[in-house]
């Protein structure tokens, strides 16, 4: 069977829809900018927010536009954790931290950043994010001059690497209104937002780092990736991520336009609802693995820029497992043979069981353009062996998923190892308090394996943990992997210099930013 015939079908409807919409557009070279004496970049995201709290903003929004800092950071080289507004941290046991402050840092309305303040905003992030709570693990807090001592509820080694997490940033939570308004220690302060529009950013001057050597930052979102592409072109923005990958061959075309593709932590997945009847069955869950056609996904959606995924972790890491038992698992024959397993019989081109056919609900959203393709091309190849796959398009994936489960199967995003380390995804995803468990996955065995990789040091038994743990949710076909995507951000390279597109997806407005 030629399996990408359908595929491009699918895609190349996609693709004439994008391109009708896109006539008119400049395909020359980025406009001329626009004299002026204020030194401004206009950078554009995929993802729109209505809140600016740092604490439980799951955009990130204000770390990235460079409002906000965290303690530490991801060294993205090393896969190591970095001093940033801590200057550095040790513990005997595991479980009591002494945490040693800057004592040059100040808020961006003029206070310094104490180790009181950094309590206060540790304990407000506490209060606020449930999943926090269960990521830090924090028994106490005490402040003593540019001091922390921090005890947590249980030897934790890793403690230090959970504050990369931009929900623990640092602000001045004297501040009235935290939503619209943080007031942070990056290098950029606030001046204006426009909830799922845009952000305005003046530099602040005395930035411990090192001011800006621009005068302003503008901050906007557009969720329609084509609207993006247009947008650079048109040279209404300087910066765009992850514009149309069909315009991407355009867009090299272009005088002076500079394209990259970085290769990230990040997976594409179909994440299954473990609490859904049909998907608590093994065989069922392997069948819908065994559908996907990751290469021709790859191939034809995202037209090269990622990689087939067969785990969570990009086979790169060193904690990623090696894969040898799934060339011959997959495609429609195999799909049929273990719905056969879980009891189901093909009827009249009706994937039936005890009179009931195999119906399931498929989530997905806009803001990244490939997922609503992939659903369709799944939806498409589930049809083929009698499966009726509805397709249900939501806006945010975290917020519809967490709390309704009138759905079978979801297409996400996830970030697997944006501090360069297993723990993170593995407790956000699998552990039965992990904020990103939409799948309501409850596993003691896989459960136990999580809570011994938290209490490890070791980075051999750390990796060999993380592998065993991915060995079961592939074993366990907890969620599919579909690829692991690049990373892809178009800008004006006549104007943008210093520019660059992290791996962890978590820094991109810095003071180095800065243009001709």
């Given at each position: 069977?030629?399996?990408k015939t359908p595929?491009l079908?699918?895609v190349?409807?996609?693709l004439s ?8 557009s400049s395909e ?11 030194k401004?970049v206009?950078f ?5 927010t209505s809140s600016?709290d740092p ?18 950071r991801l060294?993205?080289?090393n ?8 200057e550095?941290?040790e513990?005997e046991?595991?479980q009591h931290w ?5 004592d ?9 950043m104490?180790?009181?303040s950094v309590?206060?905003?540790?304990e ?6 449930v999943?926090?709570?269960n990521?830090?693990k ?5 402040a003593?001059?540019d001091?922390?001592e921090?005890t947590?509820t ?6 230090a690497s959970?504050?990369v997490?931009p929900?623990?940033?640092i602000?001045d939570?004297s ?5 619209n308004?943080p007031?942070?220690?990056g290098?950029f ?7 799922g ?6 530099r602040?001057d ?5 001011a800006?050597p621009?005068d302003s930052?503008?901050f906007?979102?557009?969720e ?6 247009l ?10 991520y992850?514009?149309?990958v069909e315009s ?9 336009m ?11 997945q179909l994440?299954?609802n473990?609490q859904r ?5 093994l ?8 559908l996907?056609?990751r ?12 990689e087939a ?5 990009l ?8 894969y040898?038992?799934?060339a011959?698992?997959s495609?429609?024959?195999v799909a ?6 879980a009891?189901y019989?093909?009827?009249n081109?009706?994937?039936t069981k005890?009179g009931?056919p195999?119906?399931?609900t498929l989530?997905t ?5 490939d997922l609503p393709l ?14 009726d796959?509805q397709?249900r ?5 975290e917020d519809?998923m967490a709390s309704?489960r009138?759905?079978?199967?979801a ?6 190892a944006p501090?360069g380390?297993?723990?993170?995804y ?7 308090k992990?904020a990103?468990n ?24 750390r ?5 065993k ?10 969620n ?6 690049g990373?892809i951000?178009?800008?004006n ?5 210093n520019?660059?597109?992290t791996r962890?997806?978590?820094?991109m407005?810095?003071?180095?930013l800065d243009v001709?």
């Amino acid at each position: 069977m030629n399996k990408k015939t359908p595929l491009l079908a699918l895609v190349s409807l996609a693709l004439s829809a994008g391109l009708l919409s896109a006539c008119g557009s400049s395909e020359s070279s980025p406009a001329a900018q626009p004299s002026t004496d204020n030194k401004n970049v206009h950078f554009l995201y995929n993802f729109s927010t209505s809140s600016l709290d740092p604490h439980v903003d799951s955009s990130y929004v204000p770390l990235r536009a460079g409002i906000t800092e965290t303690l530490v950071r991801l060294d993205e080289e090393n896969l190591t954790v970095a001093p940033w507004l801590a200057e550095s941290w040790e513990s005997e046991d595991g479980q009591h931290w002494t945490i040693d402050l800057r004592d040059d840092v100040t808020f961006q309305n003029g206070k310094p950043m104490t180790g009181e303040s950094v309590k206060a905003s540790l304990e407000r992030a506490l209060e606020e994010n449930v999943a926090i709570q269960n990521a830090l693990k924090i028994d106490t807090i005490d402040a003593e001059g540019d001091k922390l001592e921090i005890t947590t509820t249980q030897p934790f080694p890793e403690f230090a690497s959970e504050l990369v997490n931009p929900n623990t940033a640092i602000i001045d939570v004297s501040e009235p209104d935290i939503v619209n308004k943080p007031i942070g220690t990056g290098p950029f302060k606030l001046i204006s937002f426009t909830p799922g529009s845009k952000l305005e950013l003046d530099r602040y001057d005395e930035y411990w780092d090192g001011a800006s050597p621009l005068d302003s930052i503008t901050f906007s979102f557009n969720e329609d990736a084509n609207a993006r592409t247009l947008a650079l072109k048109s040279g209404q923005v300087d910066i765009v991520y992850r514009p149309e990958v069909e315009s991407l061959e355009s867009l090299k075309a272009m005088d002076g336009m500079t394209v990259e593709s970085t290769s990230t932590f990040r997976v594409h997945q179909l994440t299954m609802n473990m609490q859904r009847e049909s998907m608590k069955d093994l065989n069922v869950r392997r069948a819908l693995d065994a559908l996907i056609d990751r290469q021709g996904i790859v191939d034809t959606i995202l037209l090269g820029y990622g990689e087939a995924a067969i785990g969570p972790f990009l086979p790169s890491l060193p904690f990623a497992p090696t894969y040898t038992d799934t060339a011959t698992e997959s495609g429609a024959d195999v799909a049929v043979k273990y719905l056969g397993e879980a009891g189901y019989t093909l009827q009249n081109g009706v994937m039936t069981k005890e009179g009931k056919p195999l119906q399931l609900t498929l989530l997905t959203y806009s803001s990244r353009a490939d997922l609503p393709l992939i659903a369709q091309v799944f939806q498409s190849d589930a049809k083929k062996i009698g499966i009726d796959v509805q397709i249900r398009q939501i806006d945010t994936p975290e917020d519809y998923m967490a709390s309704n489960r009138d759905w079978d199967i979801a297409t996400y995003s996830n970030l697997t190892a944006p501090r360069g380390d297993a723990g993170y995804y593995l407790n956000a995803t699998y552990h039965p308090k992990g904020a990103l468990n939409f799948s309501g996955s409850e596993d003691p065995e896989l459960t136990k394996i999580i809570e011994e990789l938290n209490l490890t040091v070791a980075p051999e038994k750390r990796a060999e943990l993380a592998e065993k743990a991915a060995n079961y949710v592939h074993d366990n076909v907890l969620n599919s992997f579909v690829l692991h995507p690049g990373t892809i951000v178009a800008y004006n390279g006549k104007k943008i210099k210093n520019w660059v597109t992290t791996r962890s997806e978590y820094y991109m407005i810095t003071n180095k930013l800065d243009v001709m």
